[in-house]
């Protein structure tokens, strides 16, 4: 109950391309969810952060869709470039003072 | 302003022995985590310190422990290491609550290596 899935594990788009990864989620009492980005050798940081209720939210190229009835996220990252190459993860946490749980993670290449 | 700094940045250790990781928060955090990254598994939530007490525990065996200092940084123990404790572990801090804009920050980790 407390498992945010993640897909796909890795992800191939042409540069220019939209990148498009997707979670799903069981606890209903989840109700912050961010989305971290990871790049080799270092540590996870905050790229865009969104609560249920609200449907979208856009940060320049990174949009977050969000449907609350099918318990479902997704990220959306539109023009990928090479830069956008990272792993990059999905969470969830109860309210903003609990830990944050997170998904298994997508290893995005954006190839020229 | 310096970010989350954690030490070593390698570690190796034979099994059985005892392994200590330790973390500085960024100022003005109160909130250290420990996150276990082992290959293909996500980021495995370990332990969580505010203001000097454990407030929040995953699901690992009594030997991973730690404890946070009234500086805030903080230790991660693990007693008799087991090969599949290789990992990378990642230390992060907050405020006490985070929001939209305000997340964890994390540190590099420190890559522990059991033999």
């Known amino acids: 109950q407390q498992q945010v899935k993640q897909s796909p594990q890795s992800l191939i788009v042409q540069k220019g391309g939209i990148s498009i990864i997707n979670c799903a989620y069981e606890?209903?009492?989840?109700?912050?969810f961010p989305w971290y980005q990871q790049f080799p050798g270092k540590g996870p940081a905050l790229l865009i952060a969104?609560?249920?209720?609200?449907s979208e939210k856009k940060e320049g190229r990174f949009t977050i869709s969000f449907n609350k009835s099918a318990k479902q996220f997704s990220l959306h990252i539109m023009d990928s470039q090479p830069g956008d190459s990272a792993t990059y993860f999905c969470?969830?946490?109860?309210?903003?003072?609990?830990?944050?749980?997170f998904g298994p993670g997508t290893s995005l290449s954006v190839i020229p | 302003e310096a970010g989350v700094t954690q030490s070593p940045t390698h570690l190796i250790k034979t099994r059985g022995q005892q392994a200590t990781l330790r973390c500085s928060p960024i100022?003005?955090?109160?909130?250290v985590y420990w996150y276990q990254q082992a290959l293909g598994l996500g980021l495995q939530f370990l332990l969580w310190?505010?203001?000097?007490?454990?407030?929040n525990r995953g699901n690992f065996p009594p030997r991973f422990s730690g404890r946070q200092f009234p500086n805030y940084s903080s230790e991660l123990n693990v007693n008799a290491l087991e090969l599949e404790d290789s990992a990378l572990y990642l230390c992060?801090?907050?405020?006490?609550?985070?929001?939209?804009?305000?997340?964890?920050?994390f540190g590099s980790g420190t890559r522990l290596t059991v033999v």
């Open positions: 992060a801090s907050s405020f006490y609550y985070v929001d939209l804009n305000y997340g964890y920050t």
């Open positions: 606890n209903t009492a989840f109700d912050y």
């Open positions: 969104i609560r249920p209720d609200v």
């Open positions: 969470a969830a946490s109860i309210t903003s003072y609990d830990k944050v749980i």
């Open positions: 100022s003005g955090h109160t909130s």
């Open positions: 310190y505010d203001e000097g007490e454990e407030r």
